[in-house]
Each structure stands twice: as C-alpha cells, then as structure tokens.
C-alpha cells in the first residue's frame, strides 16, 4: 500500500518516474498515473542514457528494488549512488526483501553497500524477515510531514492494531541486541548460516545471485503447479509463480531461504523441482 501511494503523493509538476522494468506491481500502480519510463533491468547504461537525454535529470525520480523479489537479484547500488550525485535526481529504494537481512542490525542492503545517505526514499516492509504487518517509510523530517498529510493510502485506512506495532517494535529492539529473544542467536550469526544455506543452493542451481530468494524457473504454468501440489504432498509449501507475475513461458517455484532451514532440506526441495513434469 505505502508503495501504491508514494510517488502520488510525491512528484511534483515535470517530474518523471524512471524505473527498472522488474520493479514490484504495487510501485507499478504507483506510478501509472503519472509521466514514467522504464529502463532495462539493472541497466545502468540505459538510465543514464535516460538521464543524460532530459534537460532537468533533477527532475527524475529513479525507482529500484534492493533485491528482486522475483528473481532474487540485486540493484547497483553504488552505480546508482554515483549517478544521482552526477545528475541530482531523487533515489527511491524498495528494501522489502532486504530489512531485517542485510546490513549492520539487518538495517538493509543500502546500509551494507555505504549508500544510504544517498537514498531519498528507502521503503522497508515488516513482513518477511520481521513476520509483521505493515511497512515504513524513511525519509527527511519534512517529507515525513508532508507524507502524513499527502499519502492517501496512509490516510484512507484504518490504523495498524497495537499488538503488531508492539510486535514489530520488538523485533527490531531486538535485532540490534547481542542475541533475540529465548537465546535466538543475533542477526549477524542468523546471517552467517543463511550464507551457507544459500551458498549450497548456489552450488545445486548454478544461480550465482547470492540472496535468499532462488528463482526456479520451469518454463510451463501447469509444470509449475504440479511441482507445487507434490511439494505440499511431501510436506513442503512450495508456491508457483505464474503470469503476469512473471512473463510468459518463464513460471517458476520460488524459494525464499530462511536460516533455520538444514542442508538436507534444501536437497529435498530442489529434488522435488527436478523430478517433477
């Protein structure tokens, strides 16, 4: 919801949305109301191709994900650092896949690539790595005001329940301790073995992405679906990802890692994937 909103509420006249072409569908909703372009996915030669061709590049609002939650990859952060010190335009990050992972504290993958001060707006959801609700928005103090009195989807509905706020704000109390709660071990230890976890993934798919999403791409929507239905036959929620979420002829299973998961595990599931269709 916040990113169906923001850059509604944001852009000002002459203002134009540059976009990666894989960002999430709700930044797409966003943005359809107003001028935008699409540059070819983490192709930093095209935006500035994009950039160099506007009179005002200043004007731009540059929109990318951290990681792709489709394809698990990872923006050029530090490229796009350097191109908005080059052109002036505002940098709008999604971290949906990154909070809570990557980073000093699980503080996002801006935050370990050295690049947050350059971030404009850096959007964090407490789904995923928090198992919350709801997300956030930082960003400077005045358009943190602005955004409360502008950001319709903020305005027009109903308020988070307390006992999720308390939840989220515990979560994040906690990841900045030297262990979580019951002697969970710290984000920096819960880090360490998803490494591992996705470096064998990386060994068993080829896929050298190295995050905690991994794409398995099966080609057909009903090959995808019975991978799915015997995946939770064994015992295993696996989730087929079909068009339009992807292009056609590209349906997928989508893996999305988490630490407490065991090597054996992980050969059960990409088995599964492999034997199946």
């Known amino acids: 919801m916040v990113n169906s909103g923001l850059l509604p509420a944001l852009a ?5 949305v540059l976009a990666d072409r894989l960002v999430h569908a709700s930044i797409i909703e966003g943005m359809r109301t107003l001028p935008f372009r699409r540059f070819r996915h983490n192709d930093m030669q095209h935006l ?9 590049p200043e004007k731009a609002w540059v929109v990318v994900e951290s990681v792709y939650s489709m394809d698990g990859d990872r923006a050029d952060l530090r ?3 350097k191109l908005r010190r080059k052109y002036g335009f505002r940098l709008y990050v999604d971290e949906a896949h ?20 350059e ?11 928090l198992a919350g609700a709801g997300a956030c928005v930082l960003c400077a103090p005045a358009v943190r005001q602005y955004l409360v009195n502008t950001l319709r989807p903020l305005i027009y509905s109903t308020a988070l329940p307390p006992c999720t706020l308390q939840w989220v704000g515990m979560v994040v109390h906690e990841m900045r301790g030297p262990t979580m709660i019951d002697g969970v071990p710290d984000v920096a230890a819960q880090r360490a073995k998803l490494a591992k976890l996705i470096q064998h993934a990386s060994d068993i798919t080829g896929q050298m992405n190295g995050t905690q999403i991994i794409p398995v791409v099966v080609g057909s929507d009903t090959r995808a679906l019975e991978i799915a239905q015997v995946g939770r036959g064994a015992g295993i929620w696996l989730t087929a990802i079909r068009p339009p979420t992807v292009p056609e002829g590209s349906a997928r299973i989508r893996i999305s890692l988490h630490a407490e ?10 088995t599964i994937c492999s034997k199946v269709g």
Do not use: N, P
């Not at 998961?261 to 990409?270: G, I, P, S």
């Open 12 to 16: 000002q006249e002459g203002d134009v």
């Open 48 to 56: 500035q191709d994009m950039l160099s061709r506007m009179t005002h």
């Open 79 to 81: 490229e796009l650092a």
């Open 98 to 117: 990154t909070f809570g992972v990557y980073g000093t504290h699980g503080a996002g993958l801006c935050m370990e690539e050295g690049i947050v001060d």
């Open 119 to 129: 971030v404009d707006i850096l959007v964090c959801t407490f789904g995923k790595a």
């Open 261 to 270: 998961l065991k090597v054996e595990q992980l050969h059960h599931v990409f």
